[in-house]
């Protein structure tokens, strides 16, 4: 199910169902398990502009090396 209003201004509502699948989409589940709390569009958002958050630790549960690969859509 997914929709899409355009708002007067031109910019785009979006509400989707998303799927992520252990083992493939192991970074952006981290990713998304760790943001704050009304955070999640921002953090998917820049996820999808750069592949990988301006500060990587913000968003690490765990102070390792987060990098998260390229991210891809499966159609």
Known sequence: MSAIVEREDGSLVLMIHMTLKAGRDDALIRLIRAAPRRGLAT???????????ENDEVY??????FKIPDIGVDL
């Open 43 to 53: 953090i998917v958002r820049e996820a999808m502009r750069s592949g990988t958050p």
């Open 60 to 65: 690490a549960k765990d102070n390792n090396d």
